[in-house]
Every structure is written in structure tokens, then in C-alpha cells.
């Protein structure tokens, strides 16, 4: 993950990936049933908007300016995979 930060990975490509780590620990992980369900919606909600950002990258080629955004996913990932560590 740390490389794929340092060299300007896809927002939707790190969006995706913490999607889908939200879908798994709903199906997964008993603990925060409902939260899960709600931040998954949430992402899901907000995911054409992630892709549209994406498409105007391209066309500008400028990703740098969405590296923090990538970096506040990455934190994301990072949080969901401890809380998928916990046990009840």
C-alpha cells in the first residue's frame, strides 16, 4: 500500500479496495453490524463521485492533487483491517 501512495496510485483504484474490505468485514466480522452496513452505503453512495475525480485526473493529468485524499483512504484500510481484528 505504501508504494502504491508514494507512487500516485488511482483514487478509484484505492477507493475500490477499501469498499470492498467494508462489504467482507460486513459479511465477516458480527462486531459493528450495523456501522458496517451504513459505512458500506455510504461509500457505495459516494463512489461515482470517486470515479469522477478519477476521469478528471486523467484528462488534466494531475494526480498530485489527490494525493491526500489517497493517503485519508489508505487510513481507512488501515483502521478497518484493526477493527476486522477484533474479537467479541
Known amino acids: 500500500m505504501a508504494a502504491d501512495l ?5 483514487v478509484a483504484a ?3 479496495e477499501l469498499l470492498s474490505r467494508v462489504v467482507e468485514a460486513d ?6 453490524g450495523d456501522t458496517w452496513k451504513e459505512l458500506a452505503s455510504t461509500l457505495s ?3 461515482p463521485v470517486i470515479k469522477q475525480i478519477e476521469s478528471f485526473n486523467k484528462v488534466f493529468d494531475n494526480e498530485q492533487e489527490t494525493k491526500q485524499l489517497v493517503e485519508i483512504i489508505g487510513k481507512g ?9 477484533i474479537r467479541s
Not at 6 to 10: L, N, S
Not at 27 to 32: E, I, Y
Open 77 to 85: 484500510q488501515k483502521l478497518v483491517g484493526k477493527c476486522c481484528k
Open 6 to 10: 508514494a507512487g500516485g496510485a488511482a
Open 27 to 32: 459479511r465477516t466480522v458480527a462486531m459493528f
Open 14 to 16: 484505492v477507493f475500490g
Open 45 to 47: 453512495s459516494i463512489e
